[in-house]
């Protein structure tokens, strides 16, 4: 039989085929099957922001910050060694003595800065005989300020006499120190009136005095009115 080899060789090609292809199989690793992914979670971009809290206002400390203070209030007068001055004298020469010597201009602002109320005060004629016993000032800057805040006395005693009339000495010459400046204004006649009430009441030589200043000095008007009427009424 002439085909019997083909059939054979045919048989064993099936053969090796078959074991060839069952043996691939095999060996092929079975994949595991898929576990179900997990559902992906937004990113922090996708997730709706929080609402911004307002920083908490920072806490001053005591220790570390302090309101600052308006400086006080300074008062109008100074104490020097238990002595009342007029303060704005005081820093005035403070100032001019700070550039050297105090000369005339020098002086004639001291003497301004006393005028800048109601006539030159008891305390301003202090302080500024203050300024000439303590600030270094030239010659003329000095008689400058002399003749307006010394007034001689008139003696000794308690009475005085101008002319022929007998004063009060003492108020005689308190109203001298007044119209240094040139004049007595009301102002100065209502202390003049009130050194007159200093003791039980204005007596006739404290009258005879006043009388006298309204001859002898620069009396201004509305002063002169107020002194009359007081001594009219007395």
């Known amino acids: 039989m002439d085909y019997l080899p083909y059939l054979i060789a045919g048989v064993v090609i099936l053969v090796l085929f078959f074991a060839f292809s069952g043996g691939t199989e095999k060996s092929k690793a079975v994949p595991e099957p898929e576990q179900p992914?997990?559902?992906?979670?937004?990113s922090q971009l996708e997730q709706p922001s929080e609402p911004e809290q307002p920083p908490e206002p920072e806490q001053s400390s005591s220790s570390t910050i302090r309101r600052s203070k308006s400086p006080a209030k300074k008062g109008q007068y100074i104490q020097v060694k238990g002595q009342r001055y007029e303060r704005?004298?005081?820093e005035l020469a403070d100032?001019?003595?700070?550039?050297?010597?105090?000369?005339?201009?020098?002086?004639?602002?001291?003497?301004n800065e006393a005028l800048d109320g109601n006539g030159v005060t008891d305390v301003?004629?202090?302080?500024?005989?203050?300024?000439?016993?303590?600030?270094?000032?030239?010659?003329?800057?000095?008689?400058?300020?002399?003749?307006?805040?010394?007034?001689?006395?008139?003696?000794?005693?308690?009475?005085a006499m101008v002319g022929n009339t007998k004063v009060d000495r003492a108020m005689w010459d308190s109203i001298g120190r007044r119209a240094n400046d040139g004049k007595i204004?009301?102002?100065?006649a209502k202390k003049i009136w009130e050194d007159a009430l200093d003791g039980p009441g204005v007596t006739e030589t404290e009258k005879r005095t006043?009388?006298?200043?309204?001859?002898?000095?620069?009396?201004?008007?509305?002063?002169?009115?107020?002194?009359?009427?007081k001594l009219a009424a007395f």
């Not at 992914?37 to 937004?42: F, I, L, N, Y």
């Not at 301003?124 to 000439?132: A, D, G, I, N, P």
């Not at 270094?136 to 000095?142: F, I, L, N, T, V």
Request: net charge negative; hydrophobic share 35%; proline share 3%.
């Open 37 to 42: 992914s997990e559902p992906e979670q937004p």
């Open 88 to 90: 704005s004298i005081i």
């Open 95 to 111: 100032d001019l003595s700070a550039h050297g010597t105090i000369d005339t201009n020098g002086a004639k602002r001291l003497w």
């Open 124 to 159: 301003e004629q202090r302080t500024l005989q203050h300024v000439v016993r303590t600030y270094q000032m030239d010659s003329a800057a000095k008689a400058f300020l002399c003749s307006k805040t010394e007034v001689q006395s008139s003696g000794d005693g308690y009475y």
């Open 185 to 188: 204004d009301l102002a100065d």
């Open 210 to 229: 006043i009388e006298k200043a309204l001859e002898n000095f620069n009396v201004l008007p509305a002063a002169q009115k107020f002194l009359r009427g």
